[in-house]
């Protein structure tokens, strides 16, 4: 194992209130989790203590509803350093049993993107690209749109009894693109152009602990998009191949599809139920659908010194962890954890699509 060497880090997080910092309450914290996914919006739950002396006699200290408060912006910073923001969205009380225990009163908070999530319509765009959609998605709920991803104008996109949330990712999913929120700034791009430099982290280090797995059971060789094009009537099939798609993505080592076609055997795949228009989007959806599954050959879950840089779609460059596991991962999952038992530390859920070569 490599030798330890631990960065000195705040072991309790911030607390600020419609921007104002609330001391008191960050005193009060007794644990929290600061939760995104890909595939999700960011949520964080605190928990308070919610016992002591109040009006000069012991009672119940948070009921007052003046700070936390549905609706209110709250944030959690590490240092100067911004974990979340968002705005409380449920209030909860846990009273433990013949009061053994300490009263709680726990937050539920919620970034904007809830916003997307809680409108439901049904409506189409005509001759609209996934930029056009997001432009208008943002323009709705007072965000503005940041659009990094290749994407094709369409006759008609609709909207079928759908949250502007569930449609959004939908269409981002066809190009390839991730969808998240920063500030009030709305982004879709896709993963490769999502930029910044890797976050080392070393184990040992930075690095607490890894587990990871490389799995050739849900990767494919190939993969096929079935439809029918209205226009020329006539029964739509394009198919891409692994090898061509992410040969600049496996260059420090083996892609899963390459290892399961020379290891097993070819493992085709046909997706006939997105419905594609043309050839040219049943493409499109072949090779972001194939690059989603073979991406995911390597998945990792790991724990590290808290750091706010640790966000979903961030690329970490893992040492230490010998020739077939170190290397850059992308993240798909961060969960920023506080309690009193161990502090403050990150989780997280690391993939990439290549297993590195034997020393």
């Not at 330890?4 to 309790?12: E, F, V, W």
Request: neutral net charge; proline residues 4%.
């Amino acid at each position: 194992m490599p030798e330890a060497s631990l960065p000195l880090t705040s072991g309790r997080p911030t607390l600020v209130i419609e921007g104002q910092v609330v001391a008191d309450l960050g005193a009060a914290l007794m644990a929290f989790e600061v939760r995104e996914r890909i595939d999700g919006l960011a949520q964080a739950q605190l928990a308070f203590g919610n016992w002591g002396t109040h009006a000069g006699a012991p009672g119940y200290t948070l009921f007052e509803r003046d700070r936390l408060e549905f609706g209110k912006a709250l944030q959690i910073k590490l240092g100067e350093d911004l974990l979340f923001s968002g705005r409380v969205m449920a209030l909860q009380a846990r009273f433990p049993e013949g009061g053994a225990g300490e009263a709680e009163l726990l937050v539920q908070v919620e970034d904007r993107l809830q916003d997307l999530r809680m409108k439901r319509r049904t409506r189409s765009f005509e001759r609209a690209s996934l930029a056009a959609v997001a432009q208008r998605m943002a323009s709705d709920h007072g965000l503005t749109a940041s659009v990094d991803a290749e994407s094709p104008t369409l006759p008609l996109l609709a909207q079928v009894n759908q949250s502007d949330l569930a449609f959004l990712r939908e269409l981002a999913r066809r190009c390839e693109a991730e969808v998240w929120l920063d500030g009030t700034t709305l982004h879709v791009a896709a993963r490769k152009r999502r930029g910044g430099a890797p976050l080392s982290l070393d184990y040992g280090g930075r690095l607490l602990s890894f587990d990871v797995r490389a799995d050739l059971a849900l990767q494919r060789t190939e993969l096929s998009v079935a439809g029918w094009s209205v226009a020329d009537k006539r029964p739509i099939r394009e198919t891409v191949n692994a090898g061509s798609l992410l040969g600049g993505e496996t260059s420090d080592g083996e892609g899963g599809a390459a290892l399961l076609q020379s290891k097993i055997g070819a493992r085709p795949d046909t997706v006939a139920h997105l419905q594609p228009g043309s050839a040219d989007e049943a493409r499109q959806l072949a090779e972001a659908w194939l690059r989603q599954i073979n991406r995911r050959f390597v998945t990792g879950h790991g724990t590290a010194q808290p750091d706010a840089r640790l966000r979903c779609g961030a690329t970490v460059a893992l040492t230490g962890l010998g020739p077939l596991f170190s290397g850059a991962y992308a993240l798909a999952e961060v969960c920023h954890r506080f309690d009193m038992a161990a502090g403050l530390r990150t989780e997280f859920v690391a993939e990439r699509p290549w297993i590195g070569r034997p020393a």
